[in-house]
């Protein structure tokens, strides 16, 4: 979490509540993040332009390269039109990540009828960048579909959210910014970030907070479904419990489904787990599927 942080905190150079699109950060800033980050961005590749099976789209151009949707969509005959749709984010410290990270679970949510997008946005890796202009991304690419939902067969009413630890925070940020009245139907998270506040320094507070979901208003959270360990060394399981616990008092919907002794990333695993009677991956992505269902059928969620 300190590395989440830092990244965060000391690359913004934040003065105010507002979009980082352009580096703000100054050059002792910058001087200090090399310290901080840590890890080697040796091995990041471009991330490709397009997917097989997907309509790939632009939807933002905020520095040297196109960032894309890449829009995979069931049969003409499979599902009702519009449909629902879920939207996902790569996870990666905001620094590294690839965009075929949920490839097998959006090819899930095809073959149940809905339209599932994989969306790119910046990392520090490849494009300098920090965590605050990967939220920005990560708002517009959820406005660009809601505004362009009926060109591709979607109903910007039946929208979830999802991502894993950093995509996970910038999908539930992004829904929590959103204005009233354009907040998605639902979220699916992997072990997001939601308290950047707590472990950082003192004077850096302030500004953790104004990006931490767990200091924002969570008073029209959408229903909000986490998967999470118990035993995760990058985001504290307390941290989870106390964000959900702050949304249900505030009335919101907000459920987590705790893995015993599970580290984080601990979904992608499709190894048998003889307590759950299938692997993390297929347990997780049966409970995304019935958040999903409820979502486009209008119905309560249970």
């Known amino acids: ?7 965060l905190l000391l690359i913004t150079g934040l003065a105010g509540c507002r979009r980082a699109d352009d580096n703000v950060a ?13 890890g080697s961005c040796e091995g990041v590749r471009p991330q490709p332009e397009q997917l097989e099976g997907a309509i790939s789209v632009t939807y933002a151009h905020p520095g040297n390269r196109d960032l894309q ?3 995979f969509q069931p049969t003409e005959a499979a599902g009702p039109s ?18 075929t990270a949920f490839q097998e679970q959006a090819d899930a ?24 202009q990967s939220l920005n991304d990560a708002e517009d690419a959820y406005e660009w579909l809601r505004h362009h939902a009926g060109t591709y067969g979607i109903d910007p009413k039946k929208l979830i959210l999802a991502g894993g630890s950093a995509g996970g925070h910038l ?28 472990p950082a320094p003192f004077y850096l507070k302030p500004l953790a907070w104004w990006i931490s979901p767990i200091a924002m208003d969570v008073g029209a959270l959408p229903p909000t479904l986490i998967f999470h360990g118990t035993a995760d060394s990058k985001v504290p399981i ?5 964000f959900c616990a702050n949304a249900q008092a505030e009335g919101r919907t907000c459920r987590v489904m705790e ?8 979904y992608t695993s499709h190894d048998p787990d003889p307590r759950l009677g299938t692997s993390p991956y297929a347990h997780t992505l049966a409970a995304a599927l019935t958040l999903g269902r409820a979502v486009a059928q209008g119905s309560h969620w249970p």
């Open 171 to 198: 999908a539930l940020a992004a829904a929590l910014k959103a204005d009233e009245g354009e907040k998605p139907a639902a979220l699916v998270l992997f072990n997001p970030v939601v308290d950047l506040a707590t």
């Open 1 to 7: 979490m300190v590395a989440f942080v830092g990244l």
């Open 259 to 266: 893995y015993e002794g599970a580290d984080h990333s601990f």
């Open 238 to 242: 307390a941290s989870i419990r106390h």
């Open 26 to 38: 100054t050059p002792q800033q910058q001087a200090a993040v090399a310290g901080v980050l840590g």
């Open 109 to 132: 949510f095809v073959a149940a009828g809905f339209a599932a997008i994989l969306a790119d946005y910046r990392v520090k890796c490849r494009d300098g960048s920090n965590a605050l």
């Open 82 to 99: 519009p449909r629902p749709a879920i939207l996902f984010f790569f996870g990666g410290s905001w620094r590294v990540g690839e965009i």
């Open 69 to 71: 949707l890449h829009i």
